[in-house]
């Protein structure tokens, strides 16, 4: 069968209408790169790689989803593809590298070719994330914008001593409110837009469905070396919600005692 192109081939909604506060995203969940793309001409190696998607990022978005009673939108493409953390007019939305990986199939590509992946992919994927925000004002849920990604520990080979990045814009709310938690975890070594900031350019999700609905936000960056098996993944996930439930009640999103307003 030909392969498909429809909004729900490219992203995922799990559990839709769910009560908490956090609406949980996750941009780059998988390394799926559909038929249409050949493959990018990417090695196995590098197709499978933390370049074309944040390795164990979804597995710790639903643990937190279902920790936190939230819903999770996940993006179901590989950000070699297209970014949905960057905007079309990026080079970095479509990359003809990504650290030390080539990737031919992005190499020239027409405005043609770049719009046809931004209308099938990027496009669908926000407007999937616009729309659950809306239906959420409807019904008067608080919400506040919760992005999880992952990061390689070692990168253009200089080591990362961070563990789990909180990343903010101008927005600091959300940020602030976690990192003041952080000393519940006191052997942890978490960071303030680390290991990347807004002038990195990876707070585009945050912009336009945070900032521009008035949401607090954050984004989440977990080094990858910790997510490597369930059971790690499980452990982060608890951490976090350590740092995120009394956040939420600190900004008056959920009352005392439950995962949910």
Same mark, same amino acid.
């Given at each position: 069968?030909?392969?498909?192109?429809?909004?729900?081939?490219?992203?995922?909604?799990?559990?839709?209408?769910? +009560?908490? =506060? @956090?609406?949980?995203?996750? /941009?780059?969940?998988?390394?799926?790169?559909?038929?249409?793309?050949? &493959? *990018?001409?990417?090695?196995?190696?590098?197709?499978?790689?933390?370049?074309?998607?944040?390795?164990?990022?979804?597995?710790?978005?639903?643990?937190?989803?279902?920790?936190?009673?939230?819903?999770?939108?996940?993006?179901?493409?590989?950000?070699?593809?297209?970014?949905?953390?960057?905007? +079309?007019? =990026? @080079?970095?939305?479509?990359? /003809?590298?990504?650290?030390?990986?080539?990737?031919?199939?992005?190499? &020239? *590509?027409?405005?043609?070719?770049?719009?046809?992946?931004?209308?099938?992919?990027?496009?669908?994927?926000?407007?999937?994330?616009?729309?659950?925000?809306?239906?959420?004002?409807?019904?008067?849920?608080?919400?506040?914008?919760?992005?999880?990604?992952?990061?390689?520990?070692?990168?253009?080979?200089?080591?990362?001593?961070?563990?789990?990045?909180?990343?903010?814009?101008?927005?600091?709310?959300?940020?602030?409110?976690?990192?003041?938690?952080?000393?519940?975890?006191?052997?942890?070594?978490?960071?303030?837009?680390?290991?990347?900031?807004?002038?990195?350019?990876?707070?585009?999700?945050?912009?336009?469905?945070?900032?521009?609905?008035?949401?607090?936000?954050?984004?989440?960056?977990?080094?990858?070396?910790?997510?490597?098996?369930?059971?790690?993944?499980?452990?982060?996930?608890?951490?976090?919600?350590?740092?995120?439930?009394?956040?939420?009640?600190?900004?008056?999103?959920?009352?005392?005692?439950?995962?949910?307003?």
């Amino acid at each position: 069968m030909p392969e498909k192109s429809q909004d729900e081939d490219v992203v995922e909604v799990i559990g839709k209408g769910a +009560p908490g =506060a @956090a609406l949980i995203v996750c /941009e780059h969940a998988s390394h799926r790169i559909p038929a249409r793309y050949d &493959g *990018l001409g990417l090695t196995p190696e590098a197709a499978v790689s933390h370049a074309a998607w944040d390795p164990g990022a979804r597995d710790l978005a639903l643990h937190l989803a279902q920790s936190l009673e939230a819903t999770l939108i996940a993006s179901t493409v590989s950000r070699l593809v297209y970014d949905c953390n960057r905007p +079309p007019e =990026a @080079a970095s939305a479509m990359p /003809e590298k990504s650290e030390l990986v080539d990737v031919p199939g992005n190499a &020239g *590509l027409s405005a043609a070719q770049r719009d046809e992946r931004a209308s099938t992919i990027y496009r669908p994927f926000c407007n999937t994330v616009t729309a659950q925000i809306a239906a959420r004002k409807d019904c008067g849920q608080p919400t506040a914008l919760v992005t999880i990604h992952s990061f390689t520990p070692v990168y253009y080979g200089d080591p990362r001593e961070t563990e789990i990045g909180i990343l903010h814009d101008t927005d600091t709310a959300l940020a602030d409110a976690m990192l003041k938690a952080a000393d519940k975890l006191p052997r942890r070594a978490v960071h303030r837009n680390r290991p990347y900031g807004p002038e990195d350019g990876v707070t585009h999700s945050l912009q336009i469905h945070g900032l521009a609905n008035g949401l607090p936000n954050v984004m989440i960056e977990v080094r990858n070396d910790l997510l490597q098996t369930p059971e790690q993944i499980a452990a982060i996930g608890d951490e976090l919600a350590q740092m995120i439930i009394p956040a939420l009640i600190h900004l008056g999103l959920q009352t005392q005692g439950s995962a949910h307003a």
